[in-house]
């Protein structure tokens, strides 16, 4: 968040869920007769077909295009990571990443090589981290309005699909905390390894979690309010992109379990919210599988990766750009000369 800050109220960015677009019914429809002229039989390409279905439905387009992907790696640094002992790395990594990030050296850009998409690296206020929220709010109004929508900017015209990933040292202890606060259940039911956390370590970051929900529960009264109290910078801005991304038809992919956290306030706010995200994997952090099944979402792979910073998005693009590629490139039986059943 350097340079020039976006302006948005929260209430002004609170007021576009209430003019969410819903599926393209026509594309939809469109995408289901091609599909069934296809060179295959029916329902051959299986899953496949239903993300060309997808896509034709919240691009509002058939075929939909998969021409230019994005792929935005939010990265921020947190308070509670400074505090205490709840990540097996330094604070000081979130900015060694960045600039490895900068230099081509992590795995998100030579998975991004791969598929031909482009990385945006988002770098958020690094040396301003959010406040311990095991002692308050992480985050005041403000901070948390300008983090929306600066995630809101990453949503630009021409981009036809947008991979979302972060990070941040102490991120999942932000996770787990959001997931706690929305869906109750015991903190430890949400709390995993993250970079790597065992023993002591791991039941402080438990503790953290714990402590965060009860510090802050009289503040939480809504979804947005959890977001400002146990959430994050490069949350916030995940939260910001996924709405922004609604409104201008762009279809989402989300990546871990971090990722999926800040994606599920915006569910938690308005009940089919994330009917434009898929989640690109599962991801090894064990909590992930129950935040899926709060959502309702079936991941595309199941890799056991738990890196973060979009790369499980930016695997699933492959799928996704090969469901766009068949649906839209493969010829009809007519026009192939192909017997039908
Ligand atoms: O999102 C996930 O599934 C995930 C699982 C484990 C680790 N991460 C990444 O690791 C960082 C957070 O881990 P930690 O232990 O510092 O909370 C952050 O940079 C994330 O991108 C992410
Ligand atoms: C090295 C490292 C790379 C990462 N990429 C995303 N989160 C990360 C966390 C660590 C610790």
Not at 192 to 217: F, H, I, R, W
Not at 272 to 293: M, T, W, Y
Not at 306 to 318: F, I, K, P
Request: aromatic share 4%.
């Amino acid at each position: 968040m350097s340079d020039p800050q976006p302006q948005a109220s929260l209430q002004e960015i609170r007021d576009l869920l209430k003019v969410f677009p819903g599926p393209d019914e026509a594309s939809i429809q469109a995408a289901r007769e091609r599909e069934g002229q296809l060179t295959k039989p029916p329902g051959a390409l299986g899953r496949l077909e239903e993300v060309a279905e997808w896509l034709a439905a919240w691009q509002g387009k058939a075929p939909p295009r998969v021409d230019r992907p994005r792929v935005a790696v939010f990265a921020a640094n947190h308070g509670v990571a400074t505090a205490k002992p709840v990540s097996a790395f330094p604070v000081d990594v979130t900015q060694q990443m960045v600039a490895n990030f900068q230099h081509g050296g992590a795995a998100v850009n030579q998975l991004c090589l791969v598929h031909d998409a482009e990385l945006r690296v988002y770098e958020m206020a690094l040396e301003h981290p959010t406040k311990d929220f095991t002692e308050g709010p992480a985050m005041t109004d403000s901070e948390c309005a300008t983090a929306l929508a600066y995630g809101m900017m990453a949503v630009e015209e021409g981009v036809n699909v947008i991979c979302l990933g972060e990070m941040g040292i102490g991120n999942t202890t932000a996770a787990a905390a959001v997931c706690h606060a929305l869906y109750g259940g015991e903190a430890a039911d949400w709390v995993g390894p993250g970079t790597g956390v065992e023993g002591d370590a791991l039941s402080a970051k438990v503790a953290a979690v714990q402590q965060a929900v009860e510090t802050n529960k009289a503040a939480m009264t809504d979804p947005f309010e959890v977001l400002r109290c146990v959430g994050g910078y490069e949350l916030a801005a995940i939260v910001g992109a996924v709405i922004a991304a609604r409104v201008g038809r762009v279809p989402v992919i989300l990546d871990g379990y971090t990722c999926t956290a800040a994606a599920a306030i915006l569910e938690a706010m308005l009940p089919g919210a994330l009917d434009h995200c898929v989640v690109g994997h599962l991801s090894a952090e064990p909590a992930h599988a129950a935040l899926l099944g709060k959502l309702g979402k079936e991941p595309l792979l199941n890799l056991n990766m738990r890196l973060g910073e979009g790369s499980g998005a930016a695997v699933a693009l492959g799928l996704v750009k090969s469901a766009a590629a068949c649906h839209a490139g493969m010829a009809t039986f007519a026009e192939a000369g192909v017997s039908g059943a």
